[in-house]
């Protein structure tokens, strides 16, 4: 079994160029979710899906900001026109949806994004 | 909003030298308060999951707490390798759904444990 993986594990790119990272969550999971931290902070929730249908979007999450989950398995973070504070760690995580509600988050290693 | 304070923010302990992490939260209507641990560079490892007050779970050297307004993280006799940044999230239901979604993070405990 595999845990939750995400690609490229490094991105550096220049300021106003687009960047797009990929998430595949663990097999079973049906919700994935979207994060971002940065150094010295906890991470910050950008978004989360689940199946296909993208369910909350943090205020944080700027019309710069897109993501997709199309089949309900892997998804997509793309970010356009990148500004230098977009640089952070970009991490994934995924979970099963439980009825009691509450459930485990596991992460993935994370995208880390430096903006030039 | 969902606040989650971490205290202290970096701690050094000998080797042996046994501790305490808090975290102190505020949240609407809780459904579960998470502890995880983040090595530099990765993403942060699932630990632990508290659901309501009183609750206590072990694992190693490692035992968290929960009560109505904050958790704790005890570290008995660490060792080297223990050293890492300890997250503390909440989960609270959802503003648009009314399910358990976002965790909110504190900001974390840097542990450092020496020879």
């Known amino acids: ?116 | 909003e969902d606040q989650v304070t971490q205290s202290p923010e970096a701690l050094r302990l000998q080797e042996g030298e046994s501790s305490s992490l808090n975290c102190s939260y505020t949240v609407s209507g809780l459904r579960g308060l998470f502890w995880y641990r983040q090595d530099p560079g990765k993403g942060p490892e699932f630990l632990f999951t508290l659901y309501s007050a009183g609750e206590e779970k072990e694992k190693e050297r490692l035992k968290a707490t929960l009560t109505k307004k904050e958790s704790f993280l005890h570290i008995t006799a660490p060792k080297p390798e223990d050293s890492a940044t300890y997250l503390c999230a909440v989960q609270a239901p959802g503003v648009d759904t009314g399910t358990a979604s976002k965790l909110t993070f504190g900001t974390g405990t840097r542990l450092q444990v020496t020879l």
């Open chain 1, 1 to 116: 079994d595999t845990g939750v993986s995400q690609d490229p594990r490094h991105k550096i790119t220049k300021r106003g160029q687009n960047v797009t990272f990929r998430c595949d969550p663990i097999s079973e999971h049906n919700r994935l979710y979207w994060y971002r931290q940065t150094l010295g902070q906890g991470p910050e929730f950008l978004t989360y899906f689940q199946n296909e249908a993208q369910l909350e979007k943090s205020r944080l999450l700027s019309d710069r900001f897109s993501a997709e989950r199309p089949k309900g398995s892997f998804s997509t973070l793309e970010i356009q026109r990148t500004e230098q504070g977009d640089s952070a760690m970009y991490l994934c995580a995924s979970s099963y949806k439980t009825s009691g509600g509450s459930n485990e988050q596991f992460f993935g290693p994370g995208t880390r994004l430096t903006v030039l």
